[in-house]
Each structure stands twice: as structure tokens, then as C-alpha cells.
């Protein structure tokens, strides 16, 4: 459940919400879509948590460590 572990951790830093699939039901779902519409504040606050733990460059520097680890420069 590595998935969960994730998701607990943007939890924990105010990113993110996690519901539980076996929690998962539609009017639980409907309730948390009418509050998070009443409260846009309340996701902005957890959207620039998200992008406080982004990073952006990441996908350029995994490419970047795999043509380091086959050993080609991106140059040539």
C-alpha cells in the first residue's frame, strides 16, 4: 500500500485529502466536493502546499541521471 503511505504524506504537509477506498462512498464524496466549493480558500491553502512540494525539474533530472548511469553526455 505504498499508494497510501503517499498520499498520508501530503495529508500530513496539507496538500491532500485521503479518503480510503473502503471509506469511499458517493455521498461521502458529494459532501467533501460541497464544503471544498464552499471553502476555495481552503484549497488554495492546499494547493500551495502541493506546489511547495513539488518539483518541478524532476522529470528533466531523472532523464538526465539515466543518460549519466548508460554513459552519454546530453551534449553529444
Known sequence: NHQEYNAQMLVEKGAAQM??????????LARRLDGWAMQPERLETMAAASRALGRPGAA???????YQLVGRDLCT
Open 60 to 66: 528533466s533530472d531523472i532523464v538526465d541521471d539515466c
Open 19 to 28: 479518503i480510503r477506498e473502503p471509506d469511499l462512498s458517493g455521498a461521502d
